[in-house]
């Protein structure tokens, strides 16, 4: 009963967390949404503040969805400990166990088919530099959007500068955009900025060895968690009989 009620006792405390956690960024989110009006007026009232700043509001729905997730999962994995319900904590041990299923099958993806991801990156990038040439400077969400990238990577287009040639913003401006040159008029004689796909490869790789701590990490939570319930759920199924 010791070992059972410590079991008890933690599941209820890592959930319980998870529960807050879920509750304040689904209530954050709900908030971006709901008031996005006056937080946008707040944002252009930042002195010198970038124009792109507004397209933080459509982090919203992103902080809405992992809020629900996190709310759902702390209150089946808390409440199923207290109440002692095997139905909750099954379903619990079920959600957390389809995560990491579909983290360990992204992971043999990345690995086993290397080949096929850079294909697919390949067409992504194919798409990204037509929606470039067809709508940057006339669309203003994706010139926020793409602005707000390149200025956080420090880098230009997805693959360089050429990638905005013929775009409405270079036929109506004479230029590319100022964040493909350091200091100057940006043109095709000046741009040595590399693409967003080279400057976020070379992030991911500087930052290998954080990601895959993080990663392992996080997998090991689930396990333990997945361990935790499905103790708690046999030792429950078995006091019940």
Same mark, same amino acid.
């Given at each position: 009963?010791? !070992?059972?009620?410590?079991?008890?006792?933690?599941?209820?405390?890592?959930? /319980?967390?998870?529960?807050?956690?879920?509750?304040?960024?689904?209530?954050? /989110?709900?908030?971006? %949404?709901?008031?996005?009006?006056?937080?946008?007026?707040? &944002?252009?009232?930042?002195?010198?503040?970038?124009?792109? $700043? /507004?397209?933080?509001?459509?982090?919203?729905? $992103?902080?809405?969805?992992?809020?629900?997730?996190?709310?759902?999962?702390?209150?089946?994995?808390?409440?199923?400990?207290?109440?002692?319900?095997?139905?909750? =904590?099954?379903?619990?041990?079920v959600?957390?166990?389809?995560?990491?299923i579909?983290?360990?099958?992204?992971?043999?993806? =990345? &690995?086993?088919?290397?080949?096929?991801?850079e294909?697919?990156?390949?067409q992504? /990038?194919?798409?990204?530099?037509?929606?470039?040439?067809?709508?940057?400077?006339?669309?203003?969400? @994706?010139t926020?959007?793409?602005?707000?990238?390149?200025?956080t990577?420090?880098?230009?287009?997805?693959?360089?500068?050429?990638?905005?040639?013929?775009?409405?913003?270079?036929?109506?401006?004479?230029?590319?955009?100022?964040? #493909?040159?350091?200091?100057?008029? #940006?043109?095709?004689?000046?741009?040595?900025?590399?693409? #967003?796909?080279?400057? =976020?490869?070379?992030?991911?790789?500087?930052?290998?060895?954080?990601?895959?701590?993080?990663? @392992?990490?996080?997998?090991?939570?689930?396990?333990?968690?997945?361990?935790?319930?499905?103790?708690?759920? !046999?030792?429950?199924?078995? %006091?019940?009989?």
């Amino acid at each position: 009963m010791g !070992c059972f009620g410590f079991l008890k006792a933690m599941m209820v405390l890592f959930n /319980g967390i998870i529960f807050l956690a879920g509750v304040a960024i689904l209530g954050v /989110g709900i908030w971006v %949404k709901v008031d996005s009006g006056s937080i946008f007026n707040f &944002l252009q009232n930042i002195q010198d503040a970038p124009s792109e $700043l /507004g397209q933080l509001l459509n982090v919203g729905y $992103l902080l809405i969805a992992v809020g629900a997730v996190l709310l759902i999962l702390g209150f089946l994995g808390c409440c199923g400990a207290v109440r002692e319900s095997t139905c909750m =904590l099954l379903l619990f041990f079920v959600i957390i166990l389809i995560v990491f299923i579909a983290e360990v099958a992204g992971a043999i993806v =990345l &690995l086993v088919f290397k080949p096929m991801a850079e294909k697919l990156i390949n067409q992504v /990038g194919t798409e990204a530099v037509k929606s470039i040439r067809q709508d940057y400077g006339k669309n203003q969400d @994706l010139t926020g959007l793409w602005n707000t990238t390149m200025s956080t990577l420090k880098c230009c287009g997805f693959y360089n500068y050429s990638d905005f040639t013929d775009s409405p913003f270079v036929k109506d401006w004479g230029y590319y955009p100022p964040q #493909c040159c350091s200091n100057t008029t #940006c043109t095709a004689d000046n741009s040595a900025v590399p693409g #967003c796909f080279t400057a =976020l490869k070379k992030l991911l790789d500087d930052n290998a060895v954080i990601i895959i701590a993080v990663a @392992l990490g996080i997998a090991a939570l689930e396990v333990a968690a997945m361990i935790v319930s499905m103790t708690l759920y !046999c030792k429950i199924g078995s %006091k019940h009989d």
